[in-house]
């Protein structure tokens, strides 16, 4: 049984950090591509950064280049996302994704499993 457990959420002050949490199981985690990506209400859902679980490649959307890290412990099994200099506009639902069955890291609809996701909440 696959399971996306995020944590690592809440409520900061712009400028705050967090880190969000992804613990993953049941997939073959090795050699594979792990994804966070937001929603905002009213808005569709956006990738934000993407790591390799087999190496070092790691990719981050432009919106949060410079203030987030992806970063995974292959034991156990989970991907995180550092998160500095927060800004109200990085507010949204947080999601997990895992097991890319296509090329592109950035394309939700390629991703095979999805957590429940985590509130982040940037107030001003």
């Known amino acids: 049984q696959v399971q996306l457990v995020e944590s690592g959420g809440g409520s900061v002050q712009a400028g705050g950090s967090l880190t969000l949490s992804c613990a993953a199981a049941?997939?073959?985690?090795?050699?594979?591509?792990m994804g966070w990506f937001r929603q905002a209400p009213g808005k569709e859902r956006e990738w934000v950064a993407a790591a390799y679980t087999g190496g070092s490649r790691r990719y981050y959307a432009d919106s949060v280049k410079g203030r987030f890290t992806i970063s995974r412990d292959n034991a156990p099994n989970t991907v995180y996302l550092q998160m500095n200099s927060l800004k109200p506009e990085d507010t949204a639902m947080y999601y997990c994704?895992?097991?890319?069955?296509?090329?592109?890291?950035?394309?939700?609809?390629?991703?095979?499993?999805w957590g429940q996701g985590t509130q982040v909440t940037v107030s001003s």
């Open positions: 994704a895992a097991d890319l069955y296509g090329a592109n890291w950035y394309a939700e609809h390629e991703y095979n499993y």
């Open positions: 049941g997939f073959t985690y090795s050699s594979n591509w």
